[in-house]
DNA sequence: GTCGCTGCAAAGTCTTTGCAGAGAG
DNA sequence: CTCTCTGCAAAGACTTTGCAGCGAC
């Protein structure tokens, strides 16, 4: 990728940092830390694909079989999660909602619209244009959310 | 907006060349072109919003009662619709999937978090990094979907 | 007339909720 | 101890499918 500010993201932040977070705000909220909770976001932490709340629940029962944990759990804990904005949501045709989390930095997505595969990047190009374009508006830019969907390098050839 | 190619999008194509074409995919697979199919793309086609099949079913509802019209078909003819490409399905955040017709896509949007006020727009450098950077990745693009968060110009002042 | 299409309702999926016991604070 | 959390199972929401009659061609 050679003229292209065009990137991967990287963990920008640190579990002990996140898991830090996620207990202030529970705190803040009333509500505990608990051992499923945190399973649930250490491992959203260690994968770098976006998860259905199936795929993470799966990867949680293989990781932590004496956990038991369930399907229901999962839900309640990226419900919050994403309420709190630790989280964000992608879905995609019919491969249901994947979530991933939001501290990582900012960043778009090329979504496969056949074997659903999301590619993520960012891209200092389209960041600086979308500055401009808020710029002339008048517009407060807060924040901003990007899919291209196509069809990826494997699918095609197939 | 002086330097800025940005432009609200126009409808590029007629519906009746749509229409036209909805019926060659029909005959060229051995459908057939029925009433239900007909309201629901020309539904499809009249509606600047992307629509659920519920948002799109009831739109239809009200428009022909006397076609009662069942969500089954919508549900069919969206699949039908978008596996041939003529419709392309979007679906973000907590809202479940939504529908818009193909030909109408590449469009942005700007959200203005306090109103509510939608300011829908195209820039052509932004396409054209896009453009760039499916390339680079091996990716066919088919569409995209942009929005910006932020606070209007109105809403600032205030 | 043939064969695909439609509405209906039933069956699948995916997600949420009620509950009683478990466990964090 | 209190009050939230959890797993389970049942309920709910959304989507697909089977079927018998209807309708495009």
Known sequence: ????KTNFRDKTVEYTQLLSD?????KENGLKFTIQREVILETLYNSNEHLTPE???NLIQEKFPNLNTGIATVYRTLSLLEESDMVTS???GAQGKKYELGA?????????TVCGVIIEFVDEEIEERQRKIAKELDFEMRDH??????????CKTK
């Open 104 to 112: 990582k930095s900012h960043h778009d997505h090329f979504i496969c």
């Open 1 to 4: 990728m050679p003229d292209l």
């Open 90 to 92: 992608l879905s995609f």
């Open 55 to 57: 795929s993470l629940h």
């Open 22 to 26: 996620f207990k202030i705000l529970l």
């Open 145 to 154: 959310s990007m899919q291209i969907y196509g069809i990826c390098k494997n």
